[in-house]
């Protein structure tokens, strides 16, 4: 089975644009979450989708944003960006039900705001 | 809210065990998990304990729940080099699967 697959590895923006990145979970998994690691704050959730229903968020700002297909693909979009918003942004990938408590995550999009 | 907390730093030699210590202060938690991160690369799931069991093991990982006190450990044995990375632990809730981290341990493997 392929792993969870982000895409870009590797992003760099100026302070004010957008991004949206792309994360697509093992085949099966339903469930997508979403989060940010710094060096300062570490690793945080961001939020979680379901069957295209967001069903958790984390403390973050409106800026960013989420959303997940059919297929089970999700993005993720952050808006008018900030320095702070460099970071790693890792997305995490569960099954359906069963085995609910594995959670895999991808290799993550390094996210540089020049 | 919830937290997490890890010890920074640990530094063993080649062949000894290392144990990677973890509380957590999240009463309902349900699940509580252990992953390690390589630089450069996302977290790894080693392994993972459901809050109502005390132990499990998996080859060389042992880990230790001691839900009372809400500590939690990791022990590798036999550490090798390629063990260097940073450890993480994390605990799930009862809604979704939201995860929170600690701030993770930093091993170090001296041959």
């Known amino acids: 089975k392929a792993g969870v697959t982000q895409t870009p590895r590797y992003l760099i923006k100026t302070r004010g644009q957008q991004v949206t990145l792309s994360c697509s979970p093992i085949?099966?998994?339903?469930?997508v979450s979403w989060y940010q690691q710094t060096p300062g704050q570490g690793l945080q959730f961001l939020f979680e989708?379901?069957?295209?229903?967001?069903?958790n968020k984390g403390n973050f700002p409106g800026r960013f944003s989420g959303r997940q297909f059919s297929n089970s693909r999700s993005e993720m979009n952050v808006s008018t960006l900030e320095l702070g918003d460099s970071a790693l942004y890792l997305c995490?990938?569960?099954?359906?039900?069963?085995?609910?408590?594995?959670?895999?995550f991808g290799p993550g999009t390094r996210l540089t705001v020049l | 809210g919830e937290d997490v907390e890890q010890s920074l730093f640990l530094s063993v030699r080649e062949g000894d065990s290392s144990v990677i210590n973890c509380t957590y202060t999240?009463?309902?938690?349900?699940?509580l998990y252990w992953y390690k991160q390589e630089p450069g690369a996302g977290l790894q799931l080693l392994t993972y304990i459901f809050s109502n069991m005390d132990m499990k093991q998996d080859q060389r990982l042992t880990v230790l729940l001691n839900k009372k006190d809400k500590h939690l450990s990791l022990r590798i044995a036999d550490t090798q080099t390629g063990d260097s990375a940073i450890y993480f632990c994390a605990e799930r809730g009862n809604a979704g699967n939201m995860l929170t981290f600690g701030g993770g341990t930093r091993l170090m493997v001296k041959p």
């Open positions: 999240d009463s309902s938690s349900t699940y």
């Open positions: 085949s099966g998994h339903r469930s």
């Open positions: 989708y379901f069957s295209e229903t967001q069903r």
């Open positions: 995490a990938s569960t099954p359906l039900a069963g085995a609910e408590n594995e959670q895999f």
